[in-house]
């Protein structure tokens, strides 16, 4: 009889815990987690593209060398504006904190102006335009202007929903008690010239 006893209360007692995380789940318990989750996976592919781009320049860069040795000012600039930018360095932690976001992004924004001209001036070597390392190049760097930008875009929104989760009901409920510790994350706003990717000229 005692062990019957033990074993119902042993069942009811899974029973309740099971229906309590099911009541937690469906009044949205999760989602501020969840969305947490998505917007550092998402700024994880911000990173990932960026790291591609900064990977690519110096091969860039060596190829424009060879056939545009005057023009020391513009591969200068991008050199340095590239180790600016690999060395402003932010991680998943500090995404609440608007100063270093935007630091991260103005290091981005400089080396993106800096490609931009670089690219510009292959109008003045015909040479270099019909370099097939320089084409492969290019289209490589085309492609990650635009993988950034999807990256951006997509980042952009996971941080939307995560703060709109922290900001509005029932959200803001859970955010008051089981996940106080949890801070809106900055937005990351690009500026006008950096959304558009540098320009390809032939």
């Known amino acids: 009889m005692t062990g019957t006893r033990s074993i119902s209360s042993s069942f009811l007692s899974r029973l309740a815990t099971a229906v309590l995380c099911l009541g937690l789940a469906s009044c949205g318990y999760n989602n501020i987690p969840t969305l947490e989750e998505q917007a550092k996976a998402k700024w994880g592919d911000v990173q990932n593209n960026y790291q591609r781009r900064a990977d690519l320049i110096p091969n860039l860069v060596a190829t424009v060398q060879g056939y545009a040795k005057q023009e020391k000012d513009v591969l200068t600039a991008v050199v340095e504006a590239r180790a600016k930018a690999t060395q402003t360095r932010i991680d998943v932690s500090q995404l609440t904190d608007p100063e270093k976001v935007k630091q991260f992004q103005d290091a981005q924004n400089q080396l993106s102006g800096a490609l931009g001209r670089l690219i510009a001036i292959s109008e003045n070597y015909p040479d270099l335009k019909s370099n097939q390392n320089f084409l492969a190049m290019q289209s490589q760097l085309e492609g990650t202007e635009n993988r950034i930008t999807v990256a951006r875009r997509d980042y952009i929104e996971a941080v939307r929903a995560y703060n709109t989760e922290l900001r509005t009901f029932p959200g803001m409920l859970w955010a008051m008690t089981a996940f106080r510790s949890n801070k ?19």
């Open 184 to 202: 809106p994350m900055a937005e990351f706003t690009a500026s006008d010239t950096a959304q558009t990717p540098p320009t390809v000229k032939f």
